[in-house]
T-cell receptor, first 113, second 114 residues
Framework: EPEVTQTPSHQVTQMGQEVILRCVPISNHLYFYWYRQILGQKVEFLVSFYNNEISEKSEIFDDQFSVERPDGSNFTLKIRSTKLEDSAMYFC???????????FGPGTRLTVL | AQSVTQLGSHVSVSEGALVLLRCNYSSSVPPYLFWYVQYPNQGLQLLLKYTTGATLVKGINGFEAEFKKSETSFHLTKPSAHMSDAAEYFCAVSVVDSNYQLIWGAGTKLIIKP
């Protein structure tokens, strides 16, 4: 069964450094999402992406964040200058049609020191 | 705005007993409703979903949920708990006017006692 993959599984970085989290969505899917889950808290929506542009973003997704689909397969989330409070589990999801359930990757645990 | 409330951050049941995890939502438009499960150190796996049609939906691992519009609820049940059901369960809602982003409940950790 096709699945969403994410790399790395765990990323440790220093505060102020840039990080790029990578996702490979299911190949024929058209809509892509990033969510994050701070330890012990709810899963939170960050951004949705369709047709090579952001379709919706949350208040969390400020100028420090960006997303890109550089080559038609990868879907990346960049945090330009990480803060301690960016430490969280980041999940990528994709769907073929909006009314379908989202398929999630295994997540990347980001630790900012 | 949409919101999801899961009653009980932890639910403990004995193996073989009924599992009931509660989820209530608020939405001004007809929602799509989902239950996801997260096993320790793993990602989010879809258990079941309701979009339209039959209000009782069956999912994987023997779980089912019923959409009750009058009660704005989507409670998750399983007749007989198994040790392997120990995990965290998340209820989520998506609606068309939010571009179908998922709005999540806080999660319920299911503990199975032997």
């Amino acid at each position: 069964e096709p699945e969403v993959t994410q790399t790395p599984s765990h990323q440790v970085t220093q505060m102020g450094q840039e990080v790029i989290l990578r996702c490979v969505p299911i190949s024929n899917h058209l809509y892509f999402y990033w969510y994050r889950q701070i330890l012990g808290q709810k899963v939170e929506f960050l951004v949705s992406f369709y047709n090579n542009e952001i379709s919706e973003k949350s208040e969390i997704f400020d100028d420090q964040f960006s997303v890109e689909r550089p080559d038609g397969s990868n879907f990346t989330l960049k945090i330009r200058s990480t803060k301690l409070e960016d430490s969280a589990m980041y999940f990528c999801a994709s769907i073929l049609r909006l009314e379908n359930a989202q398929y999630f990757g295994p997540g990347t645990r980001l630790t900012v020191l | 705005a949409q919101s999801v409330t899961q009653l009980g951050s932890h639910v403990s049941v004995s193996e073989g007993a009924l599992v009931l995890l509660r989820c209530n939502y608020s939405s001004s438009v007809p929602p799509y409703l989902f239950w996801y499960v997260q096993y320790p150190n793993q990602g989010l796996q879809l258990l079941l979903k309701y979009t339209t049609g039959a209000t009782l939906v069956k999912g994987i691992n023997g779980f089912e949920a019923e959409f009750k519009k009058s009660e704005t609820s989507f409670h998750l049940t399983k007749p007989s708990a198994h040790m392997s059901d120990a995990a965290e369960y998340f209820c989520a809602v998506s609606v068309v006017d939010s571009n179908y982003q998922l709005i999540w409940g806080a999660g319920t950790k299911l503990i199975i006692k032997p």
